[in-house]
């Protein structure tokens, strides 16, 4: 039943990016369409990090004390109908706008408990050597998602339209979550008892005020350190596809849409792996963290930094890849951190740094596009990519931490509860 969970989970993050994707595959052609300027295009592909905000930290708590497992299925329900119904919000009238950026605004309000309810689920059943692992294998699932939009995404946007995008995703996600809903839950929404509460995981939640969390650098260097990354992530997500289009204007969008997140997929899962094997050699889990983030945010802004200068497609594809794969190595570092320094507070506390990095990633993109917009260039875009990266390492590698902050136990304590947390 566990790697059942596993291979649902993964297959629902692959479904939850290719929902997500859909609108930055499209937005060229939907910009086209609607006759959309380039701040107008960061208005809509932004309303999605509005809705991202409000939900996460509800999200984590509810899953924190009902079950990450049956918040992911409300959620994915929730977001399938929004994407299916996307391209009928055009039919209303004259105001595309405003329908777009209202469906944006509503997917990012559903998607927003997903990977707080994954956090939730991770720290209340995942010892901490292997928690890497297991974070990677869920963050290969957003690569693939990814991958497959660029692909078969761009191969539907050219052959049946931009609609075809939006209702083809929006119907594999409703399929997904009936598949969980009848074999997995049972038809069970809300049992009495917790299907994931055994083996010595807690199901209650400590009386400890999580906000109280903040007054601990390490906790304050984490989510500034994530809010830092999510945001350059959602930035180059959202207007990769509009770079190359613009700056290779005959390149196939279903090779630069693609080949970066096939390189993202196993540099993830590496990334996991390598972690983990780290920690369990004897290598200090704050000093694998700090090494994995230095990868993630700054190995790859290099590579960003690269960008800025004048390319042919090859080498440009070459080095995006390079940067979107590097970048993956935060699933051993602080986007996993917080299981370590708060496992009893996970899913809400996840949910308050996905918050901010919405939040950020919503001013990021929107402010990408006037840039993009008044400039004409994206050199400007790129350097406040990594300016942003090299804030967030530097925070994080002086004041990031792994001891454990959310309960005053004692050490002997702290050994025997993650004893007694099972992997599986």
Request: aromatic content about 12%; proline content about 3%; glycine content about 10%.
């Amino acid at each position: 039943m566990a790697r059942t969970w596993t291979g649902m989970l993964l297959l629902g993050t692959c479904l939850l990016y290719c929902a997500r994707m859909a609108l930055p595959v499209c937005a060229v052609s939907m910009a086209t369409t609607f006759r959309w300027t380039k701040t107008e295009s960061g208005l809509v592909l932004g309303g999605f990090f509005w809705g991202y905000c409000f939900t996460q930290v509800l999200g984590g708590h509810v899953s924190d004390r009902l079950g990450g497992e049956r918040v992911l299925f409300l959620s994915t329900v929730s977001w399938a109908t929004i994407t299916a119904a996307t391209p009928l919000l055009t039919l209303l009238g004259s105001h595309s706008l405003a329908a777009m950026t209202t469906a944006r605004f509503l997917m990012g309000l559903f998607q927003g408990v997903y990977y707080p309810s994954l956090a939730s689920v991770c720290s209340q059943r995942v010892t901490k050597g292997e928690r890497g692992f297991l974070t990677s294998t869920m963050s290969s699932g957003c690569y693939l998602g990814t991958m497959l939009m660029g692909g078969v995404g761009s191969l539907m946007l050219e052959w049946y339209g931009w609609e075809s995008v939006f209702y083809g995703t929006g119907l594999l996600s409703a399929l997904w979550a009936f598949v969980v809903w009848h074999f997995l839950l049972e038809g069970q929404v809300f049992p009495m008892k917790q299907m994931l509460c055994s083996q010595g995981s807690s199901c209650t939640i400590s009386r400890f005020k999580w906000l109280g969390l903040l007054k601990h650098p390490s906790v304050c260097a984490m989510v500034f350190t994530h809010m830092c990354y999510s945001s350059s992530s959602y930035t180059l997500l959202s207007w990769l596809p509009t770079y190359f289009k613009d700056t290779f204007p005959h390149a196939m969008g279903c090779v630069f849409n693609v080949v970066p997140w096939l390189v993202a997929i196993p540099s993830a899962l590496i990334a996991g792996w390598l972690s983990d094997s780290l920690i369990s050699q004897g290598y200090s889990i704050v000093s694998v963290r700090k090494t994995m983030q230095m990868f993630s945010m700054g190995v790859s802004s290099i590579f960003i930094l690269l960008l800025c200068r004048a390319l042919t497609f090859p080498s440009a594809l070459a080095l995006v890849s390079a940067a979107m794969g590097l970048a993956t190595f935060t699933s051993g570092g602080v986007s996993v951190n917080v299981h370590d320094i708060a496992p009893s507070h996970a899913g809400a506390l996840f949910g308050f740094m996905n918050m901010c990095g919405a939040f950020m990633g919503l001013l990021l993109v929107s402010f990408s596009g006037y840039v993009n917009e008044v400039t004409l260039s994206w050199v400007h875009v790129f350097s406040i990519v990594v300016l942003v990266n090299v804030s967030g390492l530097a925070v994080f590698l002086l004041f990031g931490d792994a001891r454990r902050v959310d309960t005053p136990l004692t050490d002997h304590q702290n050994t025997t509860t993650h004893v007694g947390q099972t992997g599986r």
